[in-house]
């Protein structure tokens, strides 16, 4: 009995021990993929690791069929963790090494575990940013008339407020094949997921890989300005990691469109109007506050005590716009991540009814002279601080910006790979002013607030 007594707490001790050292593991797994800037790498050549000499990328997924460990070894001696990754559909499965088990698997959009996330989330499935174009190249408008910007960002935004902070958020889309794309693409990439607070996973096309291993210049010199973007949103990944800040919250989840692609929030975005997600689950218990119109996508969805939780919305002061059963879109079947042409119409009488209540308000921010761009504006309302991200999804810079805010600020800051500005902040009408000379790719306008109306 003596003995069985001993044994058995030994073994009660290894249990525990054992628990406590996977429990460390994880952690440790969790910290180490928090600070990945991650990268598909097509080979396991020692000599290809030269590239990222000047970059930030610290992660690479490598394909398990590939994979070599003197590779994995010289990586690490760099700073770099090497990972298995091995495609299977729309699934990737991502290990420690090859045939290991799996440290977590990107999937479909519609399959990813949103509700229990691991240290890292995220899919396979992603438009290609970018301003779409008709067949002979002239620019293709959809429902809010602007020119239409082919974003993950609704998606991601989304996402991004469901989960907790210290979730990484990986989007591992690829290029359009057979296409050699301009570092401008692969820019617009990394910052469409980068102000959700997302990682695009850098994936280079063969065409551009084999001009980058062959020293083209061009090649080359695109691959440092994708780096330097890549660097300005890690130095700036607090920043991004802020909440989404607007007087105007979208009630919305998967059922109603959330996890589309060309979503209501993507059409509102189009139109430079900040807008926050609020899903119907989470607004019974933590009611948004500063919102003063909430849109209510789907309301026959709605539980009794989320109905009730609208009302309580609409009695603190706030307009509640109910969308009628016409705002209910399709959700298609399968895999699809973007809504069919078939249903472009019902979007455009959703789009204009949205538009006509809320086109001419100010609910924070509105930007003037940026038809090929998108924003994201973020608080950090423990020090009264925003940041005003700007993306510029077409080739060329734009210029001669002005951007209106609503409330008083005592400092306006732009800050781009290149360095910082300081803005002037003039009065227009009601609210606050400042203009912007140029953005090349993209940027940040850091704002300190003195008064918010």
């Known amino acids: 009995m003596t003995f069985q007594s001993r044994g058995g707490a030994a073994l009660a001790q290894w249990n525990q021990e054992h628990r406590l050292a996977l429990i460390t593991t994880s952690l440790l797994l969790a910290v180490q993929l928090s600070a990945c800037v991650p990268a598909r790498w097509p080979v396991a050549d020692v000599e290809s690791l030269s590239l990222l000499k000047q970059s930030p990328i610290n992660c690479l997924l490598v394909d398990a069929a590939v994979w070599k460990n003197e590779f994995a070894e010289a990586a690490k001696a760099q700073g770099i963790t090497v990972l298995a990754a091995k495609q299977d559909g729309s699934a990737l499965s991502v290990s420690d090494v090859p045939g290991g ?15 229990h996330p691991g240290a890292v989330l995220g899919t396979t499935q992603g438009v290609w940013p970018g301003v779409r174009a008709e067949e002979k190249g002239a620019v293709q408008a959809r429902p809010s008339s602007s020119p239409w910007v082919d974003t993950n960002s609704g998606f991601l935004r ?6 907790p902070p210290a979730t990484a958020l990986w989007l591992a889309n690829t290029p359009p094949e057979n296409n050699v794309l301009g570092p401008e693409r692969y820019i617009q990439a990394v910052a469409d997921a980068s102000m959700a607070g997302a990682h695009w996973v850098v994936a280079l096309d063969p065409g551009y890989w084999a001009l980058l291993r062959k020293g083209d210049e061009k090649a080359v010199t695109g691959w440092a300005r994708i780096n330097r973007v890549l660097k300005f949103y890690e ?3 607090e ?43 989470r607004l019974p218990a933590a009611a948004p506050k500063g919102v003063r119109m909430l849109l209510n996508i789907d309301p026959s969805s709605l539980s009794q005590e989320e109905k009730d939780a609208v009302r309580g919305v609409a009695r603190g002061g706030a307009t509640v716009l109910s969308g009628p059963p ?27 009814e949205i538009n006509g209540v809320i ?26 601080r925003l940041a005003l991200h700007l993306v510029n999804y077409s080739d060329y810079p734009v210029e001669q910006i002005t951007v ?15 360095g910082t500005k300081k803005l002037e902040i003039y009065d227009a009408e009601d609210e606050s002013a400042i203009d912007i000379d140029k953005v090349t790719d993209v940027a ?10």
Do not use: C
Request: proline share 6%; charged share 20%.
């Open 101 to 115: 088990p799996a440290l977590f698997t990107l999937t479909a959009r519609a399959k990813m575990p949103i509700e």
């Open 158 to 163: 989304f996402t991004r407020a469901v989960t």
């Open 235 to 237: 130095d700036h990944r």
């Open 239 to 281: 920043v991004a990691a802020w909440p989404d800040f607007s007087g105007l919250a979208v009630l919305q989840d998967a059922s109603s469109g959330a996890l589309m692609s060309g979503s209501i929030l993507d059409m509102i975005a189009a139109k430079h109007i900040p807008a926050r997600v609020v899903t119907p689950e």
């Open 326 to 352: 016409a705002w209910k879109l399709a959700i298609p079947e399968g895999d699809s991540i973007t809504f069919p042409e078939s249903s472009l119409k019902q979007m455009e009488e959703i789009w204009r």
């Open 359 to 384: 086109g001419r308000r100010n609910f924070a921010v509105r930007l003037f002279g940026a038809p090929s761009m998108l924003s994201n504006l973020k608080s950090d309302a423990s020090n009264g």
């Open 404 to 418: 209106h805010l609503l409330g008083k600020y005592k400092s306006a800051t732009l800050v781009t790979p290149a």
């Open 444 to 453: 940040l306008v850091m704002l300190e607030v003195s008064q918010v109306n």
